[in-house]
């Protein structure tokens, strides 16, 4: 099986509610689900996958859900610091 499938039942596997508390853990239940990894391609799969562990197990990072794109407002506000004609130009600083 690739690569892709093994990481998309590790995520399946840590989203599922079911706490995952350690490498060994997922291993057994990765095997159950027939994929025989050993540790080290676990430890650079939960990498890949920017897999936090937490005191409740693995979990995905919250950076991971979408965020609502900021207003162009409240960019230019914060990041435009000035505002000058040049001609038929428009200068941002």
Excluded: C
């Amino acid at each position: 099986m690739s690569k892709a499938t093994r990481q998309q039942s590790i995520l399946k596997l840590v989203n599922n509610g079911h706490a995952i508390a350690s490498q060994d853990e997922l291993r057994r239940e990765l095997a159950r689900a027939g994929f025989q990894v050993t540790q080290a391609t676990l430890s650079r799969d939960i990498t890949d996958l920017g897999l936090v562990k937490t005191a409740e197990g693995y979990r995905v990072p919250e950076d991971f859900a979408p965020r609502p794109l900021p207003s162009l407002e409240r960019l230019l506000r914060e990041f435009v610091i000035e505002l000058k004609q040049a001609g038929n130009l428009l200068v941002v600083k």
